[in-house]
């Protein structure tokens, strides 16, 4: 069975800073999605990145960008420029069904 | 992409009855829905996959005659919490999927909590 594991339960980052997530996940495919999903304190979950396996260039959506690194099975987001409005829990998931991590909770200072 | 409703968005009810949640896809026609749990300060679990027209796929460890679901149309589909018990207050989340894999929306969610 796949496992997405986030070590990070929380981290913290000055406002305009650059934070970066860590997630690693456990699996024997070898094409596959990975995801970054944010979830507010409204509790609404919001796509934040996605990345194919299959392709080796790392996702990028703006300020939000991945550093996938397929032989580690590792994904890590990486957040440019914090705003406060970036504060949320992050979760990383793999695969077509979602397979969550335990997530992270970010928080930005101000 | 697609946008979801879901209702209601928190209920409460007494211990042993019946609860039911529902996820309109308001602008696709989804043959799949997924509904997924989420208990205070932890991860999303997928509890089943909602099919249209046919039997739902429930994931390891969920009773299927605990949580009904029914996906009688293209744009609905419910899930009934039935004789609730208070460890079934929850957090409970649909998604649906409407173009290329890895393209989900979500619903808002529910807030269950029995009594």
């Known amino acids: 069975a796949q496992t997405v594991t986030q070590s990070q339960p929380e981290m913290s980052v000055q406002e305009a800073e650059t934070v970066t997530l860590s997630c690693t996940y456990d699996?024997?495919?070898?094409?596959?999605?990975l995801f970054w999903y944010k979830q507010p304190p409204s509790r609404q979950m919001i796509l934040v990145i996605r990345?194919?396996?299959?392709?080796?260039q790392n996702a990028t959506e703006n300020r939000f960008s991945v550093n996938f690194q397929k032989a580690a099975k590792s994904f890590s987001l990486k957040i440019s420029d914090s705003q406060l409005g970036d504060a949320a829990m992050y979760f990383c998931a793999y695969g077509e069904k979602l397979t969550f991590g335990t997530g992270t909770r970010l928080t930005i200072i101000p | 992409g697609a946008v979801v409703s879901q209702h209601p968005s928190w209920v409460i009810c007494k211990s042993g009855t019946s609860v039911k949640i529902e996820c309109r896809s308001l602008d696709f026609q989804a043959t799949t829905m997924f509904w997924y749990r989420q208990f205070p300060k932890q991860s999303l679990m997928l509890m089943a996959t909602s099919n249209e027209g046919s039997k739902a796929t429930y994931e390891q460890g969920v009773e299927k005659d605990k949580f009904l679901i029914n996906h009688a149309s293209l744009t609905l589909s419910t899930l009934t919490v039935t004789s609730a018990h208070p460890e079934d207050s929850s957090f409970y989340i649909c998604?649906?999927?409407?173009?290329?894999?890895?393209?989900?929306?979500f619903g808002s969610g529910t807030r269950l909590t029995v009594v």
């Open positions: 998604s649906v999927s409407p173009a290329l894999p890895g393209d989900y929306t």
């Open positions: 990345q194919e396996a299959y392709k080796q």
């Open positions: 699996t024997s495919e070898s094409d596959y999605y």
